[in-house]
Nanobody, 124 residues
Framework: QVQLEESGGGLVQAGGSLRLSCVAS????????MGWFRQAPGKEREFVSY????????YYADSVKGRFTISRDIAKNTVYLRMNSLKTEDTAVYYC?????????????????WGQGTQVTVSS
């Protein structure tokens, strides 16, 4: 059974950095696109970033562009999200997701598997 597990969340001051990790198990993910989404209390889940199966293509939401960096280690079945210059507005539960079709995208429905999420809290 495919499982995704996020880690690396926590409490950080505005302007600080965190690196989130998502480890996939139960399948072969070398050709999966991987994405990150987030959801703040009372808000809809929103797209953050995704990366192609090869890692050659990356895409970011405008709200995080220039501050966040997505990467992956195919051998370790792991995708990362490096978050710099964090703002209080970045506070949310962050979820990783896998698209077995390898397409990814900005729409949640494109993804087949989801992790449980990891909390990121940015204080002022």
């Amino acid at each position: 059974q495919v499982q995704l597990e996020e880690s690396g969340g926590g409490l950080v001051q505005a302007g600080g950095s965190l690196r989130l990790s998502c480890v996939a198990s139960g399948g072969i993910f070398s050709d999966y696109a991987m994405g990150w989404f987030r959801q703040a209390p009372g808000k809809e889940r929103e797209f953050v970033s995704y990366i192609s199966w090869s890692g050659s293509y990356k895409y970011y939401a405008d709200s995080v562009k220039g501050r966040f960096t997505i990467s992956r280690d195919i051998a370790k079945n792991t995708v990362y999200l490096r978050m710099n210059s964090l703002k209080t507005e970045d506070t949310a539960v962050y979820y990783c997701a896998a698209d077995r079709a390898g397409l990814g995208g900005r729409v949640s429905d494109a993804y087949d598997y989801w992790g449980q999420g990891t909390q990121v809290t940015v204080s002022s």
